[in-house]
């Protein structure tokens, strides 16, 4: 689109004012919904299986009323550690760097050789890996949550991050040298901006998930999840880290403290690499050939690029076409898509240690998932 050209978002809006069906929605959004919608809406290689996705909805609530989910089930998990345990503020620290380095963690090594984080007798892998490593960091007396730490350029080193990654098998954790910048970044913005601590960075949100999601993307490029997308001027808007970070205090402080937004449910999925696969296995998205081809041969798609924007955007509006399909058949049910995308990623992970994966996860390696 030319600088010419009208916008056709702001042609959409005046045309409802005209029309008299123009609905102005209170407190700040987020916008990644809206480019979703926008990347499906103009997708040629990945599709969204309306059918599927109502047999879909019914499969998920039925099972996810039966394993209870719910915010708890965040804090349930032996990993995660408590507010009783850790304290409101130190627990806001806690989660605040979990999903600053909450990014790339699959392999292509076999189970028994991929990087892999020894802790309190067992051995975690993927996203736990790192929940496991930041806690192992903590008992050693290592300040990993700090960002008064991230900021020392002689204490928080890579070589010490090294140490706090270290793994119990010769795979390295991936991406280190940008987890260190990712530390960098976020101690220098947290001192210049919010007195060096993230809980100042959650007040001014004033109660708003979709604020403190664009306070994030705003202030930190390390946050700032958003791509070209060819026809759109504006870029299309994923915040999968930032919008994480957001859930993880609600599902955390269940709703109070840190965790009370008013707005929560304006959150989408987290689009990362294993939910678009599970999307994908139960029929409610495909790919065309070359993309299929790609993924299955598990070769690299690069970050940002329009097969990437592809997989990540439709997967959100495929969720959201679930969610929008379990309230109409269940409407007194409170249900939003942050519950969703935990019951999901937590089956594909599930299916994943049983052996009964029957696709491949698309291959991106990047610090926004």
């Not at 990644?32 to 926008?38: F, I, K, R, S």
């Not at 345990?85 to 130190?90: N, S, V």
């Not at 700090?146 to 140490?163: A, G, I, M, N």
């Not at 992970?349 to 996860?361: F, I, L, R, Y």
Request: hydrophobic share 40%; with cysteine.
């Amino acid at each position: 689109m030319s600088d010419d050209e009208a916008d056709p978002e702001l042609l959409a809006l005046l045309r409802q004012h005209l029309q008299g069906k123009l609905t102005l929605h209170d407190g700040p959004e987020t916008g990644v919904l809206q480019g979703a919608e926008y990347v499906y809406d103009n997708a040629i290689d990945v599709a969204i299986d309306m059918r599927a996705c109502k047999n879909a909805a019914a499969v998920i609530y039925a099972q996810m009323q039966q394993k209870g989910y719910s915010p708890a089930t965040w804090a349930a998990h032996e990993l995660h550690p408590s507010r009783a345990e850790l304290g409101d503020d130190a627990m806001v620290a806690f989660v605040f760097t979990m999903d600053l380095l909450n990014f790339s963690f699959w392999s292509e090594l076999p189970e028994a050789e991929r990087f892999t984080i020894e802790y309190r007798g067992r051995r975690w892998t993927g996203y736990w890996s790192l929940v496991a490593a930041l806690r192992r960091a903590l008992d050693e007396g290592i300040p990993i949550t700090d960002s008064h730490f991230w900021q020392d350029e002689e204490e928080c080193t890579l070589d010490v991050l090294r140490h706090v990654f270290r793994s119990c098998t010769n795979e390295e954790m991936p991406l280190l040298a940008e987890r260190l910048a990712c530390l960098r970044e976020a101690g220098q913005v947290l001192y210049e901006k919010y007195e060096c601590h993230p809980a100042n960075l959650i007040d001014e949100a004033n109660g708003s998930a979709a604020a403190l999601v664009n306070l994030l993307a705003r202030d930190f490029k390390c946050f700032r999840d958003e791509h070209v997308f060819e026809g759109r001027r504006k870029p299309i808007r994923i915040l999968k880290r930032a919008q994480i970070l957001a859930a993880d205090l609600w599902a955390c402080f269940e709703g109070e403290g840190y965790g009370d937004f008013w707005d929560i449910d304006k959150l989408t999925m987290f689009a990362d690499y294993r939910v678009p696969q599970i999307l994908n296995s139960m029929g409610c998205i495909s790919y065309s050939p070359p993309l299929s081809t790609a993924i299955r041969t598990k070769r690299d798609i690069p970050s940002g690029s329009n097969w990437e924007m592809q997989l990540r955007a439709c997967s959100i509006w495929c969720v959201e076409l679930i969610r929008r399909e379990i309230v109409k058949q269940n409407p007194d049910c409170r249900l939003n898509a942050i519950l969703i995308d935990f019951f999901l990623y937590d089956t594909i992970k599930e299916m994943e240690a049983a052996g009964q994966e029957t696709v491949p996860h698309h291959r991106t390696r990047s610090i926004w998932y």
